[in-house]
T-cell receptor, first 114, second 114 residues
Framework: SQKIEQNSEALNIQEGKTATLTCNYTNYSPAYLQWYRQDPGRGPVFLLLIRENEKEKRKERLKVTFDTTLKQSLFHITASQPADSATYLCALPSKRAAGNKLTFGGGTRVLVKP | DAGVIQSPRHEVTEMGQEVTLRCKPISGHDYLFWYRQTMMRGLELLIYFNNNVPIDDSGMPEDRFSAKMPNASFSTLKIQPSEPRDSAVYFC????????????FGQGTRLTVV
C-alpha cells in the first residue's frame, strides 16, 4: 500500500514569506496528487490537484510541484498571511490507476505570524 | 447546495452503546466516503460507496462497524458496541465521478466513548 510522509513538525513562518511543505510517497507513482487544507474543527477542503504529467500547478498564491522521479510533491504558499494558518494534507489514490480511494498524509501544520 | 451534511456534530456515549452517524452527500455526487481521523493514525478511509453500493470496506476496523447507503442522499455509519478506542472524528465526503476529482468533506462528527 502507498505510504505518505509529511513533516509532522509545525512550520512557523513570518507573514510575507514563502512556506514550503513536502509530501513524499513510497511505492508506485500515482496518476495524480491532491492537496487539502484543514482548519481546526472542520473537514478538509480541496485546494489543488496535479497530474503525473504536470510538473507544476498554480492557483493564486499557491504552487504545487510533482516530481515522479523523487516521488515527491512540494506545496508552496507565497506571500503568506496569518489566514493561511492551517494544517495542509496531501492525498494520493491508493492504486496506480486514477482511482477513488484516497490515502492521506498526516498533514503539516502551518502557523503564519504577523 | 449546503455541502455534505453530517449529524450529530458531537456524540458522547458510554462504552457498549450503539452509535449511529449520519451523512447527507452533495446532490448529484455518486461517490460517498467515510473517514476516521485521530492524532495517532491521521485520516483513514473506512469504506466507500459508488451509486449506493459499497465498493471497498477494507478499512473498516472490525465487525463492530457497519455502513449503509439506502439511497443516494443518505448514509449511516454504525458502531455496535462502541469502545473507548473508537473515539475519533468521523468524516463523510462525497465526490462526482470519483477518480481525479476533489472530495467534498462534511464538518465531521466528534465521537467520544467513555
Amino acid at each position: 500500500s502507498q505510504k505518505i510522509e509529511q513533516n509532522s513538525e509545525a512550520l512557523n513562518i513570518q507573514e510575507g514569506k514563502t512556506a514550503t511543505l513536502t509530501c513524499n510517497y513510497t511505492n508506485y507513482s500515482p496518476a495524480y496528487l491532491q492537496w487539502y487544507r484543514q482548519d481546526p474543527g472542520r473537514g478538509p477542503v480541496f485546494l489543488l490537484l496535479i497530474r503525473e504529467n504536470e510538473k507544476e500547478k498554480r492557483k493564486e498564491r499557491l504552487k504545487v510541484t510533482f516530481d515522479t522521479t523523487l516521488k515527491q510533491s512540494l506545496f508552496h504558499i507565497t506571500a503568506s498571511q496569518p489566514a493561511d494558518s492551517a494544517t495542509y494534507l496531501c492525498a494520493l489514490p491508493s492504486k496506480r490507476a486514477a482511482g477513488n480511494k484516497l490515502t492521506f498524509g498526516g498533514g503539516t501544520r502551518v502557523l503564519v505570524k504577523p | 447546495d449546503a455541502g455534505v451534511i453530517q449529524s450529530p456534530r458531537h456524540e458522547v456515549t458510554e462504552m457498549g452503546q450503539e452509535v449511529t452517524l449520519r451523512c447527507k452527500p452533495i446532490s448529484g455526487h455518486d461517490y460517498l466516503f467515510w473517514y476516521r481521523q485521530t492524532m495517532m493514525r491521521g485520516l483513514e478511509l473506512l469504506i466507500y460507496f459508488n451509486n449506493n453500493v459499497p465498493i471497498d470496506d477494507s478499512g473498516m476496523p472490525e465487525d463492530r462497524f457497519s455502513a449503509k447507503m439506502p439511497n443516494a442522499s443518505f448514509s449511516t455509519l454504525k458502531i455496535q458496541p462502541s469502545e473507548p478506542r473508537d473515539s475519533a472524528v468521523y468524516f463523510c465526503a462525497s465526490s462526482f465521478l470519483g477518480g481525479p476529482t476533489e472530495a467534498f468533506f462534511g464538518q465531521g462528527t466528534r465521537l467520544t466513548v467513555v
